[in-house]
């Protein structure tokens, strides 16, 4: 069991580690660079909950966008949810809400797995019999069209009978690796994630569930940037590329040249993407989207004259002296203006260079 797994992850391609380490540094910028408003994170958090909601569900054939998405989720009782997207939409926002909000005492187990299951498709009724519960037949992976016929199969998965052994060997062996720390933990997790779709142990709602996953272990592992850069959306926005890297790798599964090489090239990508998007919030140029509005005028003010002392910023601004020490302070932290003299001489400018 043991060896398969990490056979896959040894001998890699030298670009994988090229992308581990970038990602590695970008995680760290961001947990340095990161001192943000909680006002602030949570206006990013519930925008990147429509936005992942909308891209996880039309991943898999759904038609509802975002705009369409936050309107259903506004407001609306559940007993309004009339049709299949409507009530995968509902599923899909609520359980993200949970594992951005909890992630740190959720364990990762198969109880863990199922209950997501569950929570996902509980508003969907014709999954009624199956949430929660491993496939009792055989499935496929297909790539459907605009009105959802399947009309290409990306690749075969597991056997019903195997489905229980085969999760269980995969959980095992995620769980250990991860506290061993042999290997990195995004070589786990996405090795994890690759075997977790090529099983496709629920008769329905496993995409939606990887990626649901995704969020969680990236969360334990540090990466806490996951709810304010949509994850679910890059992979939208390269849904093709998506399925030739699953079905290049999975392919190859059972044969004596396995390797997950390409799927682990998409899913570095995806996440480097997102982590350099994460980073580009702390630039000069989303310094914006980090501040309440008041702190965000006194910002502005900041960047539109050569240099001021606090005394002079209240008095333009008419924002408390307070805001402008707390704003102040976070500028300086974020790297995004500096300090010039000392005691009641001191002044402050936009960074040089910015």
Same mark, same amino acid.
């Given at each position: 069991?043991?060896?398969?797994?990490?056979?896959?992850?040894?001998?890699?391609?030298?670009?994988?580690?090229?992308?581990?380490?970038?990602?590695?540094?970008?995680?760290?910028?961001?947990?340095?660079?990161?001192?943000?408003?909680?006002?602030?994170?949570?206006?990013?958090?519930?925008?990147?909950?429509?936005?992942?909601?909308?891209?996880?569900?039309?991943?898999?054939?759904?038609?509802?966008?975002?705009?369409?998405?936050?309107?259903?989720?506004?407001?609306?009782?559940?007993?309004?949810?009339?049709?299949?997207?409507?009530?995968?939409?509902?599923?899909?926002?609520?359980?993200?809400?949970?594992?951005?909000?909890?992630?740190?005492?959720?364990?990762?187990?198969?109880?863990?797995?199922?209950?997501?299951?569950?929570?996902?498709?509980?508003?969907?009724?014709?999954?009624?019999?199956?949430?929660?519960?491993?496939?009792?037949?055989?499935?496929?992976?297909?790539?459907?069209?605009?009105?959802?016929?399947?009309?290409?199969?990306?690749?075969?998965?597991?056997?019903?009978?195997?489905?229980?052994?085969?999760?269980?060997?995969?959980?095992?062996?995620?769980?250990?690796?991860?506290?061993?720390?042999?290997?990195?933990?995004?070589? &786990?997790?996405?090795? *994890?994630?690759?075997?977790?779709?090529?099983?496709?142990?629920?008769?329905? %709602?496993? =995409? !939606?569930?990887? +990626?649901?996953?995704?969020?969680?272990?990236?969360?334990?592992?540090?990466?806490?940037?996951?709810?304010?850069?949509?994850?679910?959306?890059?992979?939208?926005?390269?849904?093709?590329?998506?399925?030739?890297?699953?079905?290049?790798?999975?392919?190859?599964?059972?044969?004596?040249?396995?390797?997950?090489?390409?799927?682990?090239?998409?899913?570095?990508?995806?996440?480097?993407?997102?982590?350099?998007?994460?980073?580009?919030?702390?630039?000069?140029?989303?310094?914006?989207?980090?501040?309440?509005?008041?702190?965000?005028?006194?910002?502005?003010?900041?960047?539109?004259?050569?240099?001021?002392?606090?005394?002079?910023?209240?008095?333009?601004?008419?924002?408390?002296?307070?805001? &402008?020490?707390?704003? *102040?302070?976070?500028?300086?932290?974020?790297?995004?203006?500096?300090?010039? %003299?000392? =005691? !009641?001489?001191? +002044?402050?400018?936009?960074?040089?260079?910015?």
């Amino acid at each position: 069991m043991t060896n398969k797994y990490q056979k896959r992850i040894k001998n890699l391609p030298s670009d994988i580690a090229q992308m581990i380490g970038e990602i590695d540094r970008l995680k760290t910028a961001w947990v340095e660079g990161a001192k943000l408003d909680l006002e602030v994170l949570t206006r990013l958090k519930k925008s990147v909950l429509i936005t992942s909601t909308g891209a996880s569900t039309r991943i898999e054939g759904a038609k509802l966008s975002d705009d369409e998405v936050e309107k259903l989720l506004r407001g609306m009782s559940v007993d309004k949810f009339k049709n299949r997207d409507q009530q995968e939409v509902a599923g899909y926002f609520e359980l993200l809400t949970n594992v951005f909000d909890s992630y740190q005492s959720i364990p990762f187990s198969e109880s863990t797995i199922k209950f997501f299951h569950r929570e996902l498709l509980k508003h969907v009724e014709k999954d009624r019999q199956h949430r929660g519960e491993y496939k009792k037949q055989e499935n496929k992976v297909a790539i459907v069209n605009a009105v959802g016929d399947p009309v290409e199969i990306v690749f075969d998965t597991t056997l019903a009978y195997l489905t229980p052994k085969e999760m269980q060997e995969i959980v095992e062996w995620a769980q250990i690796a991860l506290i061993e720390k042999k290997y990195h933990p995004l070589l &786990i997790i996405g090795n *994890l994630l690759v075997e977790f779709l090529k099983i496709h142990p629920f008769t329905d %709602g496993n =995409g !939606r569930l990887s +990626r649901i996953l995704t969020n969680l272990l990236l969360l334990q592992q540090g990466f806490a940037y996951m709810p304010y850069i949509s994850h679910e959306k890059l992979v939208e926005d390269n849904k093709p590329e998506y399925y030739v890297a699953l079905r290049q790798s999975q392919k190859t599964f059972g044969t004596d040249k396995e390797t997950i090489a390409p799927w682990l090239g998409f899913f570095f990508r995806i996440l480097l993407e997102q982590s350099k998007r994460a980073v580009d919030l702390l630039s000069h140029e989303q310094t914006e989207k980090l501040l309440s509005p008041q702190q965000e005028v006194v910002w502005k003010y900041i960047a539109g004259v050569r240099e001021s002392t606090p005394i002079a910023m209240a008095e333009a601004t008419k924002v408390p002296r307070p805001t &402008i020490n707390q704003v *102040l302070t976070k500028l300086l932290k974020l790297k995004k203006i500096e300090r010039i %003299g000392s =005691g !009641r001489g001191t +002044r402050y400018r936009v960074m040089t260079g910015e």
